[in-house]
Nanobody
Framework: VQLQASGGGLVQAGGSLRLSCAAS????????MGWFRQAPGQERKFVATINWSGELTYYADSVKGRFTVSRDNAKNTVYLQMNNLKPEDTAVYYC?????????????????WGQGTQVTVSS
């Protein structure tokens, strides 16, 4: 399985970015996907997750109401729309694929990880 994340960049506070993660190697629609992030000097943390069908999602409290996770199973891609970005959102963002179809915020339940994409929010 390969996961390729893209879409990161530098944005001012209050701005928006959309991250994409293209998956290959196994049937994408069978598996839940997640987004995690890691700021400098900090542990990697959960951001958002979506179940296999895209009908169920779950967010960290810190991004709820600002970020939206979605997926297009026909394109084998998961997205993270990030609005009203804050400087504290600055981190490397990673997409990950779970070992099952149910959404999950537990990092250790994810089998495969992308390479990460940098998001920097300036104040």
């Amino acid at each position: 399985v390969q996961l390729q994340a893209s879409g990161g960049g530098l944005v001012q506070a209050g701005g928006s970015l959309r991250l994409s993660c293209a998956a290959s190697g196994r049937t994408f629609s069978n598996y839940a996907m997640g987004w995690f992030r890691q700021a400098p000097g900090q542990e990697r943390k959960f951001v958002a997750t979506i179940n296999w069908s895209g009908e169920l999602t779950y967010y960290a409290d810190s991004v709820k109401g600002r970020f939206t996770v979605s997926r297009d199973n026909a394109k084998n891609t998961v997205y993270l729309q990030m609005n009203n970005l804050k400087p504290e959102d600055t981190a490397v963002y990673y997409c990950a694929q779970r070992s099952g179809g149910a959404y999950d915020f537990t990092m250790t339940h994810y089998e495969y990880w992308g390479q990460g994409t940098q998001v920097t929010v300036s104040s």
